[in-house]
């Protein structure tokens, strides 16, 4: 998605409320043009005869089909009735080894956000022991069957920074709690509340879609086997998950964001103080704002990149929100089906060079 898209005024006007709803509410300038637009049900692109490279545009028609569930994807490429398609990590160990199955970072991070307006998660010492309770290495190898990478801070690897990769040059930010004891530490938390591990009632929010529920379980486990405690889970569809972050309504919620362009300030400014409706679990750090600010006006990328990697060690620091993994695409994609490129920033599928061969 990028941030801007400059659109014809005439365009705009003409159509009202309405551009952009309808395939013949659009305009266009690239290799493609939308065709046929049924909702909820699938897209069709046609070669755009008037675009400036379109003797080089192979492809003469896209067709999109809107499908919601992994397995369905799934069946439809099985049944060569797609030659691209996102898979679930679960359908992943089918296809190992296979031409068909291709794996992409897409430079999603998942997190969980502890709300802290709640009495017992407003302790950092118990936000702590909650983070740093998950082995990560298990979740990504046992849970995810390998289809992500570790966190170790909230910006994802692949990001740039002042020379080279931003997580590389800011490091593992959970490096220094290796050795935390993380019962003593929940306990310490606890005692400072006048509580007992039997007396923690805590909520976590999920997706129901992709490894959600899965996750959910294994967090579950990890926080009885290790702090002996009991936590509720609640599985919902995205949009209420969403729904319920934004308002309040949670304790813990498995959240994930995606990069919007290709810069660390894209993971970082959604924790900003002002950043109200995607800050849902309402870190609020004077010193943070103060960095991120400084980091979006100055134009120097040294002074830049410094003032971001301190920003993200402070939100890290703080177990408001707790980096889990960054998220690994695993796709289907017809071996006959050459040039697709897949990116982890912005529009990620390009079929600008695509090309069948028979």
């Not at 049900?41 to 003469?60: E, F, H, L, R, T």
């Not at 009632?201 to 009885?224: C, I, M, P, R």
């Not at 289907?332 to 390009?350: E, M, T």
């Amino acid at each position: 998605m990028p941030i801007y898209f400059p659109v014809n005024e005439k365009a705009l006007a003409s159509n009202g409320d309405g551009y952009a709803t309808e395939a013949n509410k659009s305009i266009y300038n690239g290799p493609f043009i939308m065709e046929t637009w049924v909702h909820d049900n699938k897209v069709v692109m046609k070669k755009n005869p008037n675009y400036w490279n379109a003797k080089n545009i192979k492809v003469d028609t896209l067709t999109g089909l809107i499908v919601t569930d992994f397995e369905a994807a799934t069946n439809l490429f099985e049944n060569k009735e797609l030659d691209l398609t996102k898979i679930s990590v679960e359908k992943m160990a089918n296809y190992e080894g296979k031409p068909e199955l291709h794996k992409f970072p897409d430079g999603r991070v998942y997190y969980l956000g502890f709300n802290t307006s709640n009495p017992v998660l407003k302790n950092q010492k118990v936000r702590e022991a909650l983070s740093l309770a998950i082995d990560r290495k298990e979740l990504v190898n046992s849970i995810l069957n390998g289809a992500g990478i570790v966190g170790s801070g909230i910006v994802s690897n692949g990001t740039a920074g002042e020379k080279g990769d931003f997580r590389e040059e800011s490091g593992d930010l959970f490096a220094e709690y290796a050795k935390i004891n993380v019962k003593q530490l929940f306990e310490e938390g606890l005692k400072e509340l006048n509580m007992t591990p039997a007396q923690v009632k805590l909520h976590l929010l999920v997706d129901e879609n992709g490894t959600g529920k899965k996750e959910a379980e294994f967090y579950q486990s990890q926080w009885k086997d290790k702090l002996g405690i009991d936590v509720e889970v609640e599985v919902l569809t995205k949009k209420e998950r969403i729904a319920r972050a934004k308002a309040g309504e949670f304790e813990i919620v498995r959240y994930a964001w995606g990069p919007d362009y290709a810069d660390p300030m894209t993971y970082l400014e959604i924790f900003h103080s002002k950043a109200k409706d995607i800050n849902f679990a309402k870190y609020s750090n004077p010193e943070y704002d103060k960095l991120i600010d400084l980091a979006k006006v100055n134009q120097d990328n040294k002074t830049r990149m410094d003032a971001m990697k301190k920003a993200e060690k402070l939100l890290a620091n703080n177990f408001t929100y707790s980096t889990l993994y960054y998220e690994v695409g695993v796709y289907l994609i017809n071996p006959k089906l050459k040039g697709v490129v897949i990116r982890s920033v912005g529009d990620s599928i390009d079929f600008y060079n695509a090309s069948i061969t028979k």
